[in-house]
């Protein structure tokens, strides 16, 4: 099954595209290649451009809180294991008190870093790395790995506290959905999202198999779903047949 996630608002759109970067850094560090530091570097300046907005940090404080406070109100419920409520809790205490003493944009102080700014500016120009640009960058490239990697883990750590935030307020809401299998009836489906609740994302689990791929287009009243199918010119187009498929509703 391949697993296709829609955000419904500006904030989850935000917190995807981190946690997809935060995880791409995550494999390119643990790699001892210079190519491989080279990019997680790469990876690393898109991460401070995202990250850059003044109000994420204020985002990701006031959704902890909001998660605290709900997870407060199911304390005494004999449906749910108090040990795992209280570790949950907890978690997010920790998460909160960490970013939460965060002076500043986060990652401020690697614009004070002439070597890595010299490069963010430099990595953005195709071809324009290259050892005639940078001679200091070329010659980091031929450091041990394991400089190198103490380097990349002292750059990353600030950004550490929003990472485990983000990773923890989206796995909450993953678990906060409810799965149902449908049918893309001709290749489409149109759903009005039920009123009363503000969904934040939207789960789309496909064969595979079936070679379809989902044109998803999502707002807070309505979800609409095309599937495409790869003709042998390599172009896409809409199916007409009817594609099952699994559907989470994420709020």
């Not at 995880?23 to 290649?33: F, P």
């Not at 935030?165 to 906060?176: P, V």
Request: charged share 20%; aromatic share 8%.
């Amino acid at each position: 099954m391949i697993l296709y996630e829609y955000p419904i608002n500006e904030r989850i759109r935000t917190y995807l595209r981190l946690q997809q970067l935060f995880n791409r850094l995550g494999q390119l560090m643990a790699r001892t290649e210079a190519l491989d530091h080279h990019f997680a570097l790469t990876t690393l300046f898109e991460i401070i451009e995202v990250a850059s907005r003044s109000e994420l940090k204020t985002d990701v404080l006031k959704d902890l809180e909001r998660q605290k406070q709900l997870y407060n109100s199911y304390r005494g419920n004999p449906a749910i294991s108090e040990n795992t409520l209280e570790g949950l809790i907890s978690q997010m205490d920790e998460h909160f008190d960490a970013l939460n003493q965060v002076a500043g944009k986060i990652g401020q102080s690697l614009s004070e870093n002439d070597f890595l700014m010299a490069l963010r500016s430099r990595a953005v120009i195709p071809g324009g790395t290259c050892e005639f640009d940078l001679p200091t960058y070329h010659a980091w490239q031929h450091q041990a790995a394991a400089v190198r990697a103490q380097d990349l883990a002292q750059w990353v750590a600030p950004f550490a506290p929003l990472a485990q935030a983000i990773q923890l307020l989206l796995q909450m809401l993953r678990k906060s959905g409810n799965t149902q299998k449908v049918m893309a009836t001709h290749g489409q489906l149109q759903q009005n999202l039920p009123q009363g609740r503000t969904f934040q994302l939207l789960r789309l689990k496909i064969d595979a198999a079936l070679g379809i791929t989902p044109e998803i287009s999502c707002n807070r009243l309505l979800v609409v779903i095309r599937m495409l199918r790869q003709q042998s010119d390599g172009k896409w187009v809409a199916t007409t047949e009817d594609v099952p498929f699994e559907m989470t509703l994420c709020a």
